[in-house]
DNA sequence: CTAACATTGTGTATTCTTTACACAGACGAA
DNA sequence: TTCGTCTGTGTAAAGAATACACAATGTTAG
């Protein structure tokens, strides 16, 4: 199986080259022999100017031309499903130290065109930041996630059930840190939540909320650059976080 | 690339046949092809007797004979994922309308002794009575969740991964009236949940819960050959569940 | 037929959690 | 120095979760 057939970076080029024929006959060859590629995809995640914001390139598989697409790579042979989207990441990124998440697998028979290919996507959260884009092939841009144009493949029902994971698990858990700076004001905490959320909450509660949480650590540090009153910076407490015992037991409902 | 090798159906018969060596060289195969297979793995809850079960059979993988594995075929290349989970479930247990529902993608490189195989695990909940194993191959058998020897390939950790998802989704979700008769007890209920989350609930304070939901109808029947005061029988209202509209905000707690 | 047993069915008081809400103080900008 | 804007704080009220006891019903054994 010729990876080079299924991947986004490189059907344009082996297309113009050989032509849609030669394409054809090798998705033949694949079709009788039973194989079906896997791939990840990485749903990620920024956010920047208070909205929740996600990472994409054009895709260049021909049928979805100057549609947005998720980053995203065959797996190798000889790599973890996790590796595999570490390294999408690192080498679409840069970056290495990244939250990342598997959220779930698709396979729909017809949801490659060329092929099939079932996928495993991830979500990531990175601090936009933090991170300076160095390569831009493929126009990799930050998009808005609630405005967004076509995609190609079914990544826009891939990013559709990552951010509703995301909006779910940000509550349970604390991955929203990564998408701050180390040290953050509780106001870019809150607006995080609204922006992910898509609420408005009260301020006083929601700093009583995390503050009997008990996992935020003053740094003694304030903001700087804003224009009015600065307020007190704070870091997360992961280890403090490890040590809590997990509850088994949220409360029936639905 | 030939799907017997891998099937946990035939590989006994196919060694036999054929030898060890015909299959590393296959294997070998595999391996300079790039090639990677996919499965669906279904761990299959039951209640009976007022305990969790899982369905399980017999490995006839050589290396894990006699160990304990979950249900599970690779995927046909026509077949979506969730058809195929179902197609398992048809197969082994005859039934048909059945919860399922996929939990997670399992692709370590090495979970699979034999070649590099990604498995989709699903988690499907079916009610024992209603249903008689006829195909009982392999010594196919309901286990005690709780006292489990030990398990073919990774699948014990699959089968922990998908117990801690359900005992997080039956609090949020209605999932656990699959492993019930259409008309229960709320005794019964009851017992369902204090097995799959291992804890004592209030008697009082269970029954203020659920009915304050509003999802169970009396039936206007009695429970039937118990040896006391025979308690009513409800049913669960899914269509009045489905009209409810989800909440989104749930709090944040960590 | 009766008594003993086991389990159902029900309400209230208490605690904890969530929500709603307003004003003084700090800093920057002009 | 004043104005504007945001930070930081507490309390009262409503709602949710918990703890807890006793009468009613059917079964079984004597």
Redesign the pocket.
């Known amino acids: 199986m010729n990876p080079e057939i299924l991947s986004n970076k490189n059907v344009l080029t082996k297309d113009a080259a050989t032509g849609q024929k030669d394409i054809k006959t090798i998705l033949k060859e694949l079709e009788s022999e039973d194989i079906i590629g896997i791939s990840v995809d990485c749903v990620i995640f920024g956010f920047d100017d208070n909205e929740l914001k996600v990472l994409l390139i054009k895709s260049d598989f021909q049928q979805y031309e100057n549609k947005w697409s998720l980053l995203g790579d065959l797996v190798n042979n000889h790599e973890d499903l996790d590796e595999a989207a570490y390294r999408v990441l690192r080498e679409r990124t840069g970056m290495d130290d990244v939250y990342l998440e598997q959220v779930k697998a698709f396979g729909e028979t017809n949801r490659h065109p060329a092929a099939r290919v079932v996928t495993i996507a991830y979500c990531s959260l990175i601090n936009i930041e933090h991170h300076q884009l160095k390569i831009l092939a493929n126009e990799l841009h930050w998009h808005r996630v609630t405005t967004l144009s076509e995609m190609a493949f079914d990544h826009r029902k891939i990013l559709d059930v990552c951010y509703a994971w995301l909006q779910k698990r940000i509550q349970e858990h604390p991955l929203g840190f990564s998408l701050l700076p180390k040290k953050f ?3 870019e905490l809150q607006n995080l939540y609204e922006a992910i959320l898509d609420v408005k909450l ?4 929601f ?3 995390f503050f009997s949480m008990d996992l935020l650590e003053d740094t003694g540090e ?1 903001e700087t650059d ?7 910076l704070y870091r997360f407490n992961y280890e403090k976080y490890q040590k809590k015992e997990r509850k088994k ?1 949220f ?1 029936i ?1 639905f």
Chains 1, 2 share one sequence.
């Open positions: 004001s509780l106001r009260d301020r006083r509660n700093r009583k909320k304030l804003v224009p009015h009153r600065p307020g007190k037991w409360g409902d």
